[in-house]
Structure formats: structure tokens, C-alpha cells
């Protein structure tokens, strides 16, 4: 069972920045990609950016390509989400995701965290 915890979130302005954090328990975090999502009040959990376990490959939603960086330190057992030029509409949980099988392309994970919250003001 992996567990995965996020921090970093908070309340910023439109154009602020924030960074996401990830940490997964366990010692196979270099074996599994990961991925950012989110869920904002009344909407479906939408995918917002993959990364490989390598870090090699990273992938994004058409909303956020250009604005925000999916990252890792497989030292750190760590994986990033840098938040930039954020809009009200960013508001949401997000949420850190692991999985050790399946695709890369695929947005269907094994384990979430527990999510956290980023707001944005206008």
C-alpha cells in the first residue's frame, strides 16, 4: 500500500504562483508515474498532468499546458507541481496519484492522496 501525502497548497491572486508537493510512502517511488489532479466544488475530478517514472515524459491538460511543470526528485521521493499565472478557475483539491502498472497515457491510478486545497482570487 503506498500513501501519498500533498502540502503547498493555499490561497493566492490571479497571477500568483504556488508549488505542489507529493511525497509517497514506500521505497519504489523511482517505479511509479505519477499524476496531478483536481476537483473543484460541483465538477467531476478532472486530470491535470502525468509524469513519467522516470521523468523523462511529462504530459498536461489543455487548461493549464504553458501555465504549470510537473516535476521529480527520485531522490527526494518527491514529485512537484509548480502552479504559475494562476486564474480563479484553478481553484480546486488537487490531488497527487501513484501507480506502479499500466500506461503512462493512462489517467487511471492505483493510489491518491488525500488532496489539498489552492485558491485563487480575482
Known amino acids: 500500500q503506498v500513501q501519498l501525502v500533498e502540502s503547498g497548497g493555499g490561497s493566492v491572486q490571479a497571477g500568483g504562483s504556488l508549488r505542489l508537493s507529493c511525497v509517497p510512502s514506500g521505497r519504489a517511488f523511482s517505479s511509479y508515474r505519477m499524476g496531478w489532479f483536481r476537483q473543484a466544488p460541483g465538477e467531476e475530478r478532472e486530470f491535470v498532468a502525468a509524469?513519467?517514472?522516470?521523468?523523462?515524459?511529462?504530459r498536461y491538460s489543455d487548461s493549464v499546458r504553458g501555465r504549470f511543470t510537473i516535476s521529480r526528485d527520485n531522490d527526494k521521493n518527491t514529485v512537484y507541481l509548480q502552479m504559475n499565472s494562476l486564474k480563479p478557475e484553478d481553484t480546486a483539491v488537487y490531488y497527487c496519484a501513484a501507480d506502479d502498472r499500466g500506461s503512462f497515457y493512462q489517467n487511471t491510478y492505483n493510489y491518491w492522496g488525500q488532496g489539498t486545497q489552492v485558491t485563487v482570487s480575482s
Open positions: 509524469i513519467s517514472s522516470t521523468g523523462r515524459t511529462t
